[in-house]
């Protein structure tokens, strides 16, 4: 809100011109901004904050599995443990990752907005969002909950005796701002497009963002009453999940996975959305098939809401409902599908670099397919039962979650690094970090679908020694994954202060956002943009490389 | 009294009669009907408020397209929760939960 | 017509602007309707699961409570309709009347609840209470959620009577042609009323004729 310079000497144009980064240094500035791109700058900084905590619980949960017996963590520090590593992962970092830091930054500046529709609900938001995070790390200061991220009754009800209310409260107050969030887009992509960006013309970035806000609105709400019943049933022992009152446990699986399917979505939709800027641009081509993305991403948006009960299916749900569920999951997966092939096809005789960004893209595709298939595995009503709770489930979604979407949200740091910073970061040791990770992941995580397979239970750190060795090459892929995401961390905050200055399009991309600075003025644009060109239009016979030192 | 406030004050009081009905109609011995009578009343004065009162009849498609989604959406989450609930007797091991 | 005329620097122009603003309150109400969903699916899933008992129940609420309290938030409703209604069509002082007229009905929707929270007491029906004695455990669960739902949903009572207070008191709002802060206090009071009439046969019409 405050003017971009108080300087009276400048010409209007040069203060228009002036980067955001330089509208204002106070901390004031910076805590009670409704610039877009400076509430992204917030978030990314929280959630890599509440990051650390649940990558720090991972460090734990691998350290312990290290041997059969329990002899780091108690039982009770064991279930604490994973506890805290879902619910922060799900809730504080991987929700608001990618939507909250690139989607705040760049959904204005591809559409050619010069904020989005409600700035200070947006910064709300955020405020929203670092309380519900404090109450998290009372949480964490207070020892926990041993639950698990999915809560579910009557152990959350009526014998847990951790910090129950406080967590629950926590993840209570985050849905806000993820709703806010939700409505935030939907509004500012409705109403703020620059004259000539047609719906057919928007970066598939933001159809993803767009149908992700629909989940947002329409699904965070579950959680919320979802997460009130819970409380009040523990703290009045109301009855609704209690079978001696004439209460359903199974009510709240209802209830809880209503919500909690349509988030795995929230987590990977955004990661998509991603890796259609990525692929193009890294192979200097048009989209394969724009409409089929575009349409596919509002369809996993909706049939996300149709699947829930395929969490369960063992869990005394009736077999006509599980068999519905089964089929509907199957179908689930074909959008997804749908949009790998569109990838695949778009990289196909494209003039491909392989950056730091298109490699992590790469890394999704491939590691998203794995992901996907063993999905598709789960849906199978037969298999899963076999399959249900052992690490063969904890592999797919990390598969997803961390091969996907994790990976997404770092070639998406990387690819808008420029443009955020207005700074080039080292592209070889980008490239090395991307490739550390890929493998790294790999070895963490594959050895997990052969342990589930094969028995191993989850949530369980004391197990039979014949899955130990599995065991122990899992934690060496944590360690390489470790040092895969701390790269960035050093070499992304070298670049700040002595990263070469990054011109308006390093990439030589196509999008509104790459025709204005890096990083850009406080308003995005000097002019009006008009959009005249189809997305994507990429000449192949005169690619323009990035300009690297 | 314009035709603008004229037609709210309609639409009111064709809601206190939709109240009057469903009660009365609670009174009736419809055995099974009951809550489809009860729920079905509920839904008219629903779609009138909606309709008058929240002016989609004003609206664009647009608009009252996300108005139905949002109930498409409840509608989901009680058909598919119900496909559970309906059919637990089916099988003799579920019968008793 | 006096009202702001001059856009936010995001919107192109200000007709732009006030058509996000009435967006971005429906799409919040969509969000609302989800909250609310899962209130209901409670009472869906205890009916299905005993049916009898959720009838036998029923029919020891308070129906006059609950019918006088309809009739109350339907014409209230209606008044904050009329209140943006008049506001449109440039009269203010008959836009603040009718606001406060539908504020007011809803205050005495919260004394009539809270009365029949009190009779409730009284009867021995609150849950927690010293005195409080159920014919089964089903009626002990039943009163819980009615407990649960009702106070939900005046939470949002409360809520909505604050923003059509807050469009009632601001004059700007009352002389803006285009009403947008008292239509959106008045979608909102709109939503509370829709979940009202959900909620009023789920809790009250259940129960076998009297």
């Known amino acids: 809100m405050t003017a971009a310079a108080i300087d009276t000497e400048r010409e209007p144009e040069d203060i228009e011109r002036t980067s955001y980064l330089r509208a204002g240094y106070s ?48 039982h009770e520090g064991y279930n604490r443990a994973f506890s805290i590593h879902g619910i922060m992962m799900v809730w504080f970092f991987l929700i608001p990752s990618i939507p909250n830091t690139i989607g705040n930054f760049m959904i204005p500046l591809m559409i050619g907005a010069r904020d989005l529709a409600f700035p200070r609900l947006n910064l709300l938001s955020w405020y929203i969002f670092m309380v519900a995070g404090l109450f998290a790390l009372f949480v964490v200061l207070a020892g926990g909950v041993d639950t698990g991220w999915t809560f579910y009754t009557p152990l ?61 609105v329409l699904a965070t709400p579950v959680l919320a009453i979802t997460l009130l019943l819970l409380a009040a049933e523990r703290i009045f022992g109301i009855g609704v999940f209690d079978p001696s009152l004439g209460g359903d446990p199974l009510l709240f699986q209802h209830l809880f996975w209503f919500y909690s399917h349509p988030a795995v979505y929230i987590m990977v939709l955004p990661a998509m959305g991603v890796v259609s800027e ?49 089929f509907l999951s199957i179908a689930v997966a074909v959008p997804s599908a749908i949009k790998v092939y569109n990838w695949t096809a778009t990289l196909y005789k494209g003039d491909i670099a392989l950056d730091a960004p298109l490699l992590y893209a790469m890394g999704f595709i491939g590691l998203f397919v794995v ?68 493998i790294g992941f790999n070895l963490t995580f594959f050895p997990q679908f052969l342990l589930g397979y094969e028995g191993m239970p989850r949530r369980y750190h004391v197990y039979p020694p014949e899955f130990q060795v599995l065991h122990i090459f899992s934690t060496a892929g944590a360690g390489m994954l470790g040092v895969a995401y701390l790269m960035p961390m050093f070499y992304l905050l070298w670049s700040l202060r002595f990263g070469k200055r ?48 | 009294m314009s035709a603008g406030v004229k037609r709210l004050l309609v639409v009111g009081l064709g809601l206190q009669v939709l109240l009057a009905a469903t009660v009365a109609a609670s009174f009736l011995p419809l055995g099974p009907f009951k809550p489809w009578v009860g729920y079905g009343i509920a839904v008219a004065k629903a779609v009138l408020v909606l309709w008058f009162f929240m002016e989609m009849r004003k609206e664009g498609g647009l608009v009252r397209l996300a108005t139905v989604a949002a109930f498409a959406w409840l509608a989901i989450m009680f058909a598919l929760t119900a496909s559970d609930y309906l059919s637990r007797s089916w099988i003799a091991a579920y019968a008793d939960v | 017509m006096a009202e702001q005329s001059r856009a936010e620097i995001q919107f192109h122009n200000i007709d732009r602007q006030r058509e996000a603003d009435r967006l971005g309150m429906l799409v919040f109400l969509a969000s609302e309707i989800m909250l609310f969903g899962g209130v209901f699916l409670a009472a869906f899933s205890l009916r299905m699961l005993s049916p009898d008992e959720y009838v036998s129940a029923s029919s020891h609420m308070k129906l006059w409570h609950g019918t006088a309290n309809t009739a109350i938030l339907l014409a209230s ?25 539908a504020v007011g009905l809803g205050i005495v929707f919260l004394g009539v609840k809270a009365h029949e929270y009190y009779l409730d007491y009284l009867d021995g029906k609150l849950p927690g209470a010293a005195n409080a ?78």
Request: proline content about 4%; hydrophobic content about 50%.
């Open chain 1, 27 to 74: 901390l004031r500035s910076w805590l009670l901004t409704t610039d877009h791109k400076r509430i992204a700058i917030l978030y990314l900084i929280s959630i890599t904050f509440f990051f650390a905590i649940a990558a720090v619980a991972a460090a734990l949960i691998r350290l312990e599995l290290v041997t059969p017996e329990g002899d780091l963590l108690s």
């Open chain 1, 278 to 326: 990525l692929v193009t641009s890294g192979a200097h081509k048009k989209i394969f098939g724009y409409w089929f993305v575009a349409y596919a991403s509002i369809a996993i948006a909706v049939i996300a809401f149709l699947v829930w009960g395929h969490h369960m299916f063992v869990a005394g749900q009736s077999v006509l409902a599980s068999t519905v569920f089964s």
């Open chain 1, 371 to 438: 992901g996907g298939l063993t999905g598709l595995m789960l849906a199978m009503l037969a298999i899963d039962v076999h399959v249900h709770d052992t690490y063969f489930v904890v592999a797919h979604f990390h598969y997803i979650m961390v091969g996907g979407s994790v990976a997404a949200f770092f070639g998406a740091l990387h690819y808008w690094w420029p443009k955020m910073t207005g700074r080039l970061y080292n592209e070889v040791l980008g490239r090395i970090a991307a490739l550390l990770m890929i």
């Open chain 3, 77 to 101: 409703s209606m008044l904050a309709a009329l209140a943006v209604e008049m506001a449109s069509s440039s009269n203010p002082k008959w836009a603040g009347r009718c606001l406060w007229s």
């Open chain 1, 502 to 549: 990054a011109p308006a399009n390093p990439w030589g991309a196509t999008g509104l956002e790459w025709t204005t600075s890096s990083p850009p003025p406080k308003h995005n644009f000097t002019e009006q943009p008009v959009v005249i060109r189809e997305p994507y239009d990429y000449h192949l016979a005169h690619p323009r490389s990035r300009e690297n030192g």
């Open chain 1, 156 to 216: 959350t009800t009526m014998y847990a005796n951790g910090a129950v209310v406080a967590t629950v409260l926590a993840v209570f107050i985050s849905g806000f701002s993820t709703i806010l969030t939700g409505l935030n887009f939907i509004v500012t992509i409705h109403k703020l497009r620059a004259p000539g960006m047609t719906w057919s013309r928007l970066p598939l970035f933001i159809w993803s963002h767009y149908a992700v806000s629909i989940i947002f």
């Open chain 3, 133 to 210: 004695h159920f014919s089964s455990e089903f009626e002990q669960l039943f009163s819980n959620f009615y407990f649960t739902a009702t106070g939900l949903h005046a939470l949002h009572v409360t809520g909505g009577l604050a923003l059509l207070s807050t469009a009632a008191l601001r004059r700007s709002a009352r002389h803006d042609c285009h009403a947008i802060l008292i239509g959106n206090a008045a979608l909102y009071w709109h939503l509370v009323d829709i979940v009202w009439i959900f909620l009023y046969p789920t809790i009250y019409l259940a129960g076998a004729s009297a």
